[in-house]
């Protein structure tokens, strides 16, 4: 190598001459160098122009999703699809950082060079944590909105707020660990070092010496810890019992529950490839090549599924691909608040004085009938019985009486939670928009 990575570098990522699988035995190779062994140029030629263009499609998908969910006032509202933008924003820095890296290195059917090696090793760290554990974050909300359901309680969303502080942690990790791992630094005395996998891609590897660091604090705070977390919440929800039988909420959770298994199906090929790479040596020039393309998939998979499962995100992403970015004419996306209205006109001007008093936003009858997804409950002192509701009202007024009750006594509102001040008119019993809450019930 050059004099400059001999002086700056303790061990260079990228080895001279190249280790090439048909011309090494196996037997004359350490452990630690198994994973280290390149497939041949003309593989490597191949290799780089299909996870090339694989990285292209990544760019052009996940770029279309979080156009589509920001360009829409009603989506960009929502905490689970703000979540879909920060879960999609790696995907698309490593989708079009990877392709710049193959596009450099297909023509001269080797790695590129030493520095973009560092620089992949932070982008893809980066990626593959921050992913992860906003995962684990988005499965942690599901269980939670499923339990407080199942237990008849109220489950407030994460505020937009929340969710910028919850993605600026996650974030803020993966960038220590990418940083790490770029940086060709000691940890504890120990070498934490990157090198090519295989000779298309570079990652950290295990080294000799720091083999408990490597298995049982990097693979873990990157991968397992959070992938662990995630099944086991996963297997809680199907094994009590928790998942609605129909409803709104079912139909938010199976949406994210998708997107959770989806994520961690595809990356689980590449986490075993990696955790077991240094123990076997793998006789393919595509034994370390197949699972990470795998990798690069979940960008197109996520926003297909997605498109295909998701009403409003379909129609955004419909409106991007005709150069529509006005916000006419776009359906109401799924929402966990809980909307009330009255019958009369009158207690509706009534409730509107009421509410601009004390804060709230009134959701007028127009607005109501042209929200699809939105839950309608009426409640009437008079006649004392829920009205037919245009979604989920079945499972809302599963006892009108008793909730009636609660109004007239002052304790408690439909979920049996304290009245707050503004929500209810007594005269006309209304209730209105709540942005932040499910009441379940």
């Known amino acids: 190598m050059s004099q400059i990575n001999d002086r700056f570098l303790k061990d260079p990522r990228l080895d001279d001459p190249t280790l090439f699988r048909s011309d090494v035995n196996q037997t004359q190779l350490s452990r630690f160098e198994y994973a280290r062994v390149s497939a041949s140029p003309q593989n490597l030629h191949i290799q780089f122009a299909i996870l090339g263009t694989i990285n292209l499609l990544v760019t052009l998908f996940t770029g279309t999703l979080i156009a589509s969910i920001l360009r829409s006032k009603k989506l960009r509202k929502q905490p689970f699809d703000l979540y879909l933008v920060f879960m999609a924003i790696p995907d698309f820095i490593s989708g079009f950082s990877c392709m710049l890296t193959c596009l450099m290195s297909v023509r001269g059917k080797e790695y590129v060079g030493e520095a973009m ?237 009421k509410s601009q008093q004390s804060g709230f936003q009134e959701t007028t009858p127009d607005e109501i009938e042209s929200e699809e997804k939105e839950d309608v409950l009426c409640v009437s002192h008079d006649e004392g019985v829920c009205s037919q509701a245009l979604a989920d009202v079945d499972e809302d007024c599963e006892n009108p009486q008793q909730q009636l009750q609660q109004l007239d006594s002052g304790h408690g509102d439909v979920d049996g939670g304290d009245v707050e001040p503004g929500v209810l008119d007594r005269k006309g019993e209304v209730a209105i928009d709540f942005d932040n809450t499910i009441d379940d019930t």
């Open 117 to 353: 090696c560092g620089y992949q090793s932070f982008y893809l760290v980066f990626g593959v944590v921050a992913n992860t554990w906003m995962a684990a974050v988005i499965t942690y909300q599901i269980h939670t909105l499923l339990r407080y359901s199942h237990a008849r309680r109220r489950y407030f969303p994460p505020t937009t707020k929340q969710v910028f502080w919850h993605t600026a942690g996650v974030y803020a990790w993966a960038a220590l660990w990418g940083g790490l791992s770029a940086s060709q630094s000691d940890i504890f005395g120990m070498a934490f070092q990157s090198h090519a996998y295989g000779g298309f891609y570079c990652g950290p590897m295990e080294a000799k010496g720091n083999s408990w660091f490597f298995y049982l604090a990097f693979l873990n705070a990157m991968f397992f810890f959070p992938a662990i977390y995630a099944v086991g919440a996963l297997a809680h929800i199907f094994w009590k019992g928790l998942m609605p039988q129909s409803g709104r909420r079912r139909t938010i959770a199976l949406f994210l529950i998708r997107i959770m298994v989806l994520y961690f199906v595809i990356f689980m090929p590449t986490g075993i490839s990696v955790l077991f790479g240094s123990f076997f040596y793998f006789k393919s020039d595509w034994a370390f090549y197949v699972p990470a393309a795998m990798t690069h998939l979940q960008g197109i998979l996520q926003t297909i599924l997605c498109y295909n499962t998701n009403p409003a995100i379909r129609q955004s992403i419909q409106k991007i691909l005709i150069c529509d970015w006005s916000g006419n004419g776009d359906i109401q996306p799924w929402s966990l608040s809980r909307t009330f209205r009255s019958k009369s006109q009158s207690q509706q001007s009534g409730l509107q004085e």
